[in-house]
Nanobody
Framework: QVQLVESGGGLVQAGGSLRLSCAASERTFSPAVLGWFRQAPGKEREFVAYIRWNGGNTYYGDSVKGRFTISRDNAKNMVFLQMNSLNPEDTAAYYC?????????????????????WGQGTQVTVSS
């Protein structure tokens, strides 16, 4: 079974940057997409971004578009999230997730219930 482990979270000042990493344990890892979600205390889990594992196509949530960039290294079974221009509203636990299913619309991958595998999360805190 696939295990995902996130790293790279921490404390950063508003306007700063962080780069999150997610490593998959399975040697033959090949999901349809890898996604990033985030969740602040008392709030719903929010879609951040996803990337198609094979083609590399990306899709971003409106709140992070233009500031965050998702990428992957298939050979290393890793996915990354470069976060720039961070603000306090970005403070949350960030989760890497994998979806094995190909869907007909990009929007379908914004639903966290479609993802079968999840990491334990890495905390990002942005100070004002």
């Amino acid at each position: 079974q696939v295990q995902l482990v996130e790293s790279g979270g921490g404390l950063v000042q508003a306007g700063g940057s962080l780069r999150l990493s997610c490593a998959a344990s399975e040697r033959t890892f090949s999901p349809a997409v890898l996604g990033w979600f985030r969740q602040a205390p008392g709030k719903e889990r929010e879609f951040v971004a996803y990337i198609r594992w094979n083609g590399g196509n990306t899709y971003y949530g409106d709140s992070v578009k233009g500031r965050f960039t998702i990428s992957r290294d298939n050979a290393k079974n890793m996915v990354f999230l470069q976060m720039n221009s961070l603000n306090p509203e970005d403070t949350a636990a960030y989760y890497c997730a994998a979806c094995p299913y190909y869907m007909s619309t990009s929007y379908g991958y914004t639903n966290p219930s479609k993802y079968n595998y999840w990491g334990q999360g890495t905390q990002v805190t942005v100070s004002s």
